[in-house]
């Protein structure tokens, strides 16, 4: 089974975060791309965050509109910090022998591997699709794999990368949308539409549970 998750804190989900993972469940030819919010993210600002089971909920809302996207809320059935390590760990003793997983992130959260727990380990449970962004040019990215001494060997002419584990690291590129949570959040303070920047039931929903409307992006 191949299979692809994309974590985020997604408070809230938008489209950019929607279109990403379709792109790379086609590319990839995955047969499900996972939605994993994280319950208590290790590497964001300190803000409030918006309660786990309501990003749970807008995330649902969105993936239904598509059937390559699914939601898993298992970050929010473990305490302490949502550590990526133990992410894969449990999806490979959910799905068992034989599954094949993609774990897909940017090339600027790439770049800061070093500060995740047990980041060598990471490489052993997932082939990595590191995703292009604007300001990170793709140069980079052979020079940090051999920084990291993990034996990354590029195989071919293309953004192909291979472990001494048999995991593959990819960098692709896909539609580049300029939205961020953090706008949202302070479009939806000001009272500014958000129509466009989120499917219209995320959208629904933070009107209707006045999310965002007292702290915004603080």
């Known amino acids: 089974m191949r299979i692809g998750i994309l974590g985020g804190t997604f408070d809230p989900v938008h489209l950019g975060h929607l279109r990403l993972a379709e792109e790379v469940g ?25 309660p786990f089971l309501q990003r ?25 910090f949502s550590y990526s390590i133990e992410t894969l760990r449990q999806f490979h003793r959910l799905f068992g022998p034989g599954l094949e ?3 897909i992130l940017g090339m600027d959260a790439f770049l800061e591997i070093e500060t995740w727990k047990e980041y060598r380990s990471l490489f052993e449970y997932a082939h990595f699709a590191v995703i292009q962004r604007p300001g990170y040019p793709s140069r980079r990215l052979e020079p940090f794999l051999d920084s990291l001494s993990l034996g990354f060997k590029r195989t071919g002419d ?9 995991r593959k ?3 692709l590129e896909a539609t580049v949308m300029a939205i961020s949570s953090t706008e949202i959040r302070e479009k939806v303070s000001k009272g500014k539409s958000i129509r466009f920047l989120v499917p219209e039931g995320v959208r629904t ?6 999310l965002y409307v007292s702290h915004g992006a603080s």
């Open 26 to 50: 086609e590319e990839l030819k995955l047969e499900r791309v996972y939605l994993v919010p994280a319950a208590l993210p290790p590497h964001k600002e300190i803000r409030p965050v918006t």
């Open 101 to 103: 997983l993609f774990f």
């Open 56 to 80: 749970v909920d807008m995330a649902r809302l969105a993936a239904a509109e598509s059937p390559l996207l699914e939601v898993h809320d298992l970050e929010g059935r473990r305490e302490g």
């Open 169 to 171: 690291l990819l960098y």
């Open 205 to 210: 929903y933070i009107i209707d549970n006045r």
């Open 158 to 166: 293309g953004g192909l990368f291979l472990a001494p584990s048999g």
